[in-house]
């Protein structure tokens, strides 16, 4: 009796890790993907993009296996660093009610704001030379620029997340 109940814990527990586990997205068609994450809560779609955007850099750099967690860390945390300069300055005001001298402040805070984030790029750059190869580093910031243009078009598709706006049109 007692190694039925173990048996039916071991079932049990297996089965409901194998619940949590995520979906294969290449099995699924992309009205399949939508929809799924589309179900998912803000933090959660945020996750999963952080995610596929660290494995595509990963592939795309052809990371070795046993550097690939000191990667993954050191991009976590240089993404991290770049947010934080970047929240310093939000452009959520209205230019046309600004006066010159308040518009020339936020332009000159703008320039600062993006020497900070050179800055911080040129410190990452030494650290990941630690970990990868000049070319696969140089390779990592080209793809930056091209990954967020790749994920704002999706954004576009998709539409907004639960209780935001739809993005404007550039």
């Not at 990963?58 to 690939?68: C, M, R, T, Y």
């Not at 650290?127 to 704002?152: A, H, S």
């Amino acid at each position: 009796m007692r190694n039925f109940i173990y048996i039916l814990l071991f079932f049990g527990s297996f089965m409901s890790f194998k619940a949590q586990e995520k979906p294969n997205f290449r099995e699924m068609t992309p009205e399949q993907r939508r929809e799924y994450i589309k179900q998912m809560s803000p933090e959660q779609r945020k996750q999963l993009m952080e995610d596929a955007a660290t494995m595509m850099a990963i592939k795309n750099l052809q990371v070795p296996a046993e550097k690939q967690e000191a990667f993954k860390s050191l991009l976590k945390e240089y993404q991290e660093s770049q947010k934080t300069i970047k929240n310093k300055f939000r452009a959520d005001f209205s230019q046309e009610n600004l006066s010159d001298a308040e518009a020339k402040k936020m332009l000159n805070q703008s320039f600062d704001l993006g020497q900070q984030l050179l800055n911080n790029r040129k410190v990452y750059a030494d650290k990941f030379l630690k970990i990868l190869t000049p070319q696969q580093v140089l390779k990592l910031f080209n793809q930056e620029g091209r990954m967020r243009e790749k994920f704002m078009e999706r954004r576009q598709k998709m539409g907004p997340p639960k209780g935001r706006e739809p993005m404007p049109n550039p």
